[in-house]
């Protein structure tokens, strides 16, 4: 309570009652009834200063809302958003109305007065005396204002004035439990907006991500942090501290000067956004965490770094000091960039580090010809920039070679450029041991580490170098390439040890979404590997996990990363095992042992020749005595004598003599292998299974799901009792039936449809209050999001901006609701206050079109014939018909969306008829080129597509036939003559073709023979 010393005697009555009120499922520390209560008995007006955002419109609107419903009248006056004169001669005007207004003796009259703005004396005294005129006539009155508008309280007498600490709210939660409110209490710290902005569950949940609502209120209490109205010191007080997110206030004094004790204590009991703490003198604002928020203020924050870029640049430096460059960046990124270039270079390997590559080339090409550095440090800089960034080709050789020579360097900015540099080198081929330096930093350590790592995994020792690799890890908050690398190598070496981790922690997997959404286009192929290992190890392999590992030993190819491409070769011969693909398999594993010769890797080789000894073996070629002898490496050559012996088994019954042996202990440097060849379903893997010793299975079964012992998923109850083939079958189909859309589906292709969790929703139900017509338009938006205005615009252009709020409102109502009764905890709209904007939620809703044209686009980018075919069926299986779209003139807009798609649908199914015939699955091609004829049979393509496949199926009069009425519509009515392509199709088994010309028109068309 914020009194003034004279009403200390009414504090006590004043907070009399219970401790706090309870509003919905949030909690206020003090209810707003007993305020009335006590005005009522005192006659004394009531003051809300707090910053905004604290929730005083709100308090008054409880205030409102309680007085109402006990008989008063009550006038409610806002002045937010007006100037010091505008509001003073609206509040003279409305005071002076409610004044003269008649009312009878018995009616109670309260009076609410919201936002007022700072002012200077003489609108000060005119406000005062619309108070005073008031509480003449027998009104209560209540206002609220900012705390820099706090010069009106003074001079209104008996006032009791409420700050921060009664308008803070906290959210106990369902449970009520300590934890969930210590939860909402770190993320709002009781700021009303923050409060509101989270879910009643969400505290519950420790580890769940905050919503966008709550990043977005986030942003929009930041920018009221900084206001316009506020004092110039205590404006950069708050900037700077705005800017560091956490710090003491020796870094104010740094950046700020000398600092005023007194302002800091104004924040501390005005801000709690600020978390400021003059006893400790500590600050911590509460976006330190999420630093990344600002973004969506960065406007703002441009403008008012212009007006202090030496307290900005100090930021920096002090940033830089800390080692935070992340936050270094986004600062940097608020200034001129002229004034900035010389920091970034001077600390390039860090930026880079940090994931900023773009940052640091855009200042060495600003500043190639006037930068400080000498030569040697910009080339250095430019190839690790290079490097690091193209994802088009190898490094170059003289990079290379300049960036290996620098690794001894003692210039400590030639060696830092260098070792980043060598996370590039190290992709492309393995590299000779790096001397011992007693002088690295903390960042060309890291990367020596990971090489040392990659040399032990070479040679096959991966429990050593993950024992290398979780002795030497340190824990970084923030996010940096070096990190991610390790966070990679870590599970890498996990899954080659055997262990099947379904998830990774979130640690992890931002680590990985920070290498494959991040700059760092060179090093990106080391998350693609990941992710193709985790393949090996799951029951059902998809044709899209075959094309994923083509893909990736493409680019590795093309980027010349040797070091990717020959593990992905592997994993793709294994892959291609369990497609049956033996030739394909055999040949997958003889490239990857070819390219690794020259690495002088024992265990690659080996690994490939027992691949390929898998495919012979399936193709007719059985391994011999001589076949083991050349395996080795010892866990590999317990592994095979092990893999022989089921091979053996499952085609004769028995083995030979010369596999007979006892196996001793867990080959776990080659469990990987195993672990894949288990994965498949086969008589093969039976037998496998059958054949290793109870230790192996022990050992998978111990490090399936995650990296403690946890329960293996139980095939065999017993020793005679297994799933049959058609029951797995039938299981899978089941699996994959259920998480075929998980969450909200929209179909738009041929005909509307949302469904959740696969149970459909009746259209009559989403039909009502445009909200069908809403669900196509976010549909057909880009991303899924478009502003409020333009759907109101496109949907109700007749409405002005009262009438669409409303509609639209009611359209997101309607959708929640038939949503959340067949899924309660699904959200499929997002809306951002801030953008104002309205959107998908992309982890609930998924639509069809994007599938569709993500299918389309592999169909198009793929080398494999057979994955072609594949993809193109389920193209075939989305696309039920044109693009739906309402009957209405208002989506006019879509119908070259409509077109686009599909003129996609028939490049698709007329590439998949190309592949068909190319794999001698005639009659798949004719069944695509008809289905693209059928959507347009006057484009050429989709003809000769239809032609040729029909040819191949023997079915030559019917291609006659298809290319006659092709002549009849296009040739005699246009007048025009078909392209020599087609031409040359048309007449490739039907004789000689004659036909005469004049100026570019047909006058007579003939045929001799038949097609």
């Avoid at 008989?71 to 409610?76: A, D, I, K």
């Avoid at 985790?534 to 899209?544: A, T």
């Avoid at 057979?866 to 807009?893: M, N, S, T, W």
């Amino acid at each position: 309570m914020e009194s003034e010393n004279r009403e200390t005697a009414g504090t006590e009555s004043l907070l009399g009652g219970s401790s706090r009120h309870v509003m919905g499922d949030y909690s206020r520390v003090v209810p707003p009834q007993h305020f009335l209560r006590t005005m009522e008995k005192t006659n004394r007006p009531l003051a809300l200063c707090a910053e905004p955002c604290m929730g005083k419109t709100m308090f008054l609107r409880e205030l409102a809302d309680y007085a109402q419903s006990h008989g008063w009248t009550v006038y409610e006056i806002s002045l937010s958003s007006l100037s010091a004169k505008e509001a003073t001669q609206i509040l003279t005007k409305k005071s002076t109305s409610i004044c003269n207004a008649k009312k009878s003796k018995a009616v109670k009259r309260l009076v609410l007065i919201d936002d007022f703005p700072p002012s200077d004396e003489y609108f000060v005294a005119r406000q005062v005396k619309s108070i005073a005129r008031l509480r003449m006539a027998g009104c209560l009155v209540a206002i609220s204002l900012s705390p820099e508008a706090r010069q009106l309280i003074d001079e209104v007498p008996s006032v009791y004035v409420l700050g921060k600490n009664e308008l803070l709210t906290f959210m106990p939660g369902i449970d009520n439990s300590e934890q969930s409110i210590l939860t909402n209490m770190r993320l709002t710290r009781g700021i009303p907006t923050l409060v509101y902005s989270l879910p009643v569950t969400f505290c519950e949940h420790g580890d769940a991500d905050v919503p966008i609502t709550y990043l977005t209120s986030l942003a929009c209490v930041a920018s009221y942090m900084l206001r316009s109205s506020l004092g110039i010191e205590e404006l950069r007080l708050r900037l700077g501290m705005m800017l560091l997110g956490v710090g003491s206030f020796d870094d104010l004094s740094r950046i700020c000067g000398q600092v005023d004790l007194e302002y800091l204590a104004k924040i501390e009991q005005d801000a709690p956004f600020f978390g400021v703490h003059v006893e400790t003198r500590r600050f911590s604002c509460i976006h330190a965490t999420r630093f990344d928020v600002l973004n969506f203020n960065k406007q703002e924050l441009v403008a008012l770094a212009g007006k202090h870029e030496k307290l900005v640049l100090k930021a920096i430096a002090l940033l830089i000091d800390r080692e935070d460059f992340s936050k270094a960046a986004f600062v940097s990124s608020l200034v001129r960039e002229e004034i900035i270039w010389e920091i970034v270079l001077s600390h390039a390997a860090e930026f880079v580090d940090a994931g900023y590559i773009e940052l640091v080339d855009n200042a060495l090409t600003a500043t190639h010809s006037d930068c400080t550095l000498d030569n040697s440090s910009k080339k250095a800089a430019k190839g690790m920039v290079d490097s690091l960034s193209t994802a088009k080709g190898p490094m170059n050789t003289k990079d290379a070679d300049r960036a290996f020579k620098n690794l001894t360097s003692f210039n400590g900015f030639l060696k830092q450029t260098a070792y980043m540099s060598l996370l590039k080198m190290i992709l492309q081929k393995p590299l000779p041991p790096l001397k011992e330096d007693l002088e690295l930093g903390p960042l060309e350590k890291k990367i020596a580490l990971h090489k040392r790592a990659i040399d032990l995994a070479l040679q096959g020792n991966f429990k050593y170098a993950l024992q290398l690799l979780l002795l030497e890890q340190q824990y970084e908050k923030a996010a940096s390439i070096t990190s991610s690398i390790q966070a990679v190598d870590v599970e890498l070496l996990y899954a080659l040890l055997g262990v099947y981790q379904k998830e990774f922690d979130a640690r992890t997997s931002g680590s990985l979404s920070f290498l494959q959404e991040g700059e760092a286009g060179g090093l990106k192929g080391s998350v693609g590997l990941l992710k193709c290992v985790r393949y090996l190890f799951e029951k059902s392999s998809s044709v899209g996990d075959l094309y994923d590992t083509e893909q990736l030993i493409s680019q590795a190819e093309l980027q010349g990363n040797r070091m990717i491409q020959v593990p992905a070769l592997l994993i793709g011969a294994l892959l291609s095992l369990r497609s049956r693909a033996y030739p394909k398999a055999q040949l997958q594993a003889r490239r990857a042992v070819l390219l690794s010769r020259e690495w002088d890797s024992l265990y690659v080789v080996q690994v490939g020749k027992i691949i390929e000894d898998i495919a012979g073996f399936f193709l007719g070629v059985k391994p011999t005595e001589k076949s083991l002898e050349t395996i080795t490496h010892p866990s590999l050559k317990a592994a095979c004598r092990t893999i022989y012996k089921a091979l053996f088994k499952s085609v004769n019954g028995h083995a030979p003599v010369w596999l007979d042996a006892v196996e001793y202990g867990v080959p776990e440097n080659a469990m990987w292998l195993v672990r894949a060849l288990l994965s498949d379903d086969s008589e093969f893997q039976q037998c496998l299974e059958r054949e290793m010793p109870e230790e192996w299975l022990h050992y998978l079964r111990s490090n399936e799901g995650k990296r403690d012992i946890t329960k293996w998923r139980v095939f065999r109850q017993g020793a005679g009792d297994s799933w049959t083939e058609d029951s797995a079958l039938k299981s899978l189909h089941v699996e994959k039936v259920n998480n075929a859309h998980p969450g909200v589906y929209l179909a738009l292709l041929g005909r509307f449809s949302l469904s959740v969790q696969g149970e459909e929703i009746a259209g009559r139900k989403i039909a009502y209050r445009s909200a069908k017509a809403l669900l196509v338009y976010l549909g057909l938006a880009h991303n899924h999001m478009s502003f409020r205005s333009q759907i109101a615009q496109q949907i109700w252009p007749e409405a002005d901006q009262a009438h669409w709020q409303e509609r639209l409102y009611q359209a997101t109502r309607v959708i929640r609701k038939e949503v959340q009764e067949i899924q309660t905890d699904c959200e499929p709209l997002e809306a951002s206050r801030i953008e104002k904007t309205l959107s998908f939620n992309p982890q609930q809703v998924t639509v069809d079109i994007d599938i569709f044209t993500r299918l389309a686009k592999s169909v198009a980018s793929s080398n494999s014939d057979e994955d072609i075919v594949h993809l193109a069926k389920q193209a075939e299986e989305l696309y039920q018909g044109d693009l739906y779209l309402p009957e209405d003139e208002c989506f006019r807009f879509a119908d070259p969306i409509r077109v686009a798609l599909r003129d996609q649908y028939i490049d698709t199914m007329v590439t998949a008829s190309a592949a068909a015939l190319r794999i001698t699955h005639y009659t798949l091609a004719v069944h695509f080129a008809e289905l693209a004829y059928l959507v347009d049979d006057m484009r050429e393509d989709t003809l000769m597509a239809l032609i040729q496949a029909l040819r191949k199926c023997g079915r030559a009069q019917d291609a006659q036939h298809y290319y006659d009425l092709y002549v009849q519509k296009y040739v005699m009515k246009r007048r025009k003559m078909p392209s020599k392509q087609l031409r040359m199709i048309a007449g490739a088994e039907k004789g000689e073709e004659s036909i005469e010309t004049s100026g570019g028109e047909i006058t007579k068309l003939g045929f001799y023979d038949a097609m």
